[in-house]
Antibody, heavy 123, light 108 residues
């Protein structure tokens, strides 16, 4: 069955970096793009951007440029989210979520999510 | 970007009752590219509805979506205990994709 398995919770100090992984299984990795979505505790869902699993090209939403980097290792069907210069306000659950690429006349939405990775930034 | 406004913020109902959740878009959502997700406490969101009215695989038929343009509705016909959760609408018609702020469905 389709699974997106993310790495475990992280506790980091301000200024540090963190790398969250998202390992896909149960489907052909290159057939779906991967989104990253942030959820601050007690708040809603915020789209961070996506990565093209065919060429590794990332697209970042406004507010997620500079300190946020999406990357891939297609050989192990895994996507990564790296956040540098961590701040307290980066404390959140980060989700990866797959989505079919648009074809000629139809687009799709997220149909599977990872379990989420809690990143806590605290001194 | 398209702003989605969900109402009400919190809906208090009893099991067996009917729930009606609203999602209003600040601009026309083309091709009815509107989805609904359910999020239970401590869990990842789960896709319920895409294309405004198409149930995702494995979603019970008590969940239904309707609407077009700028006004969309999620209806749960007879609430089961496991349906009490937070519900988000999402538009994927234009980039950036955006989510509503959520409606919390709680037990009365």
């Amino acid at each position: 069955q389709v699974q997106l398995v993310q790495s475990g919770s992280e506790l980091k100090k301000p200024g540090a970096s963190v790398k969250v992984s998202c390992k896909a299984s149960g489907y052909t990795f290159r057939n779906y793009l991967l989104n990253w979505v942030r959820q601050v505790p007690g708040q809603g869902l915020e789209w961070m951007g996506w990565i093209n699993t065919n060429n590794g090209n990332p697209t970042y939403a406004q507010g997620f440029t500079g300190r946020f980097v999406f990357s891939l290792d297609p050989s192990v069907s895994t996507a990564y989210l790296q956040i540098s210069s961590l701040r307290a306000e980066d404390t959140a659950v980060y989700y990866c979520a797959r989505e079919l690429y648009c074809d000629n006349d139809k687009c799709y939405t997220i149909d599977n999510w990872g379990q989420g990775t809690l990143v806590t930034v605290s001194s | 970007e398209i702003v989605l406004t969900q109402s009400p913020g919190t809906l208090s109902l009893s099991p067996g009752e009917r729930a009606t959740l609203s999602c209003r878009a600040s601009q026309y959502v083309s091709s009815d590219y509107l989805a609904w997700f359910q999020q239970r406490p401590g869990q990842a969101p789960r896709l319920l509805i895409s294309g405004a009215s198409s149930r995702a695989t494995g979603i019970p038929d008590r969940f239904s979506g309707s609407g077009s343009g700028t006004d969309f509705t999620l209806t749960v016909s007879r609430l089961e205990p496991e349906d009490f959760a937070v519900y988000y609408c999402q538009q994927y018609a234009s980039s950036p994709t955006t989510f509503g702020q959520g409606t919390k469905l709680e037990i009365k």
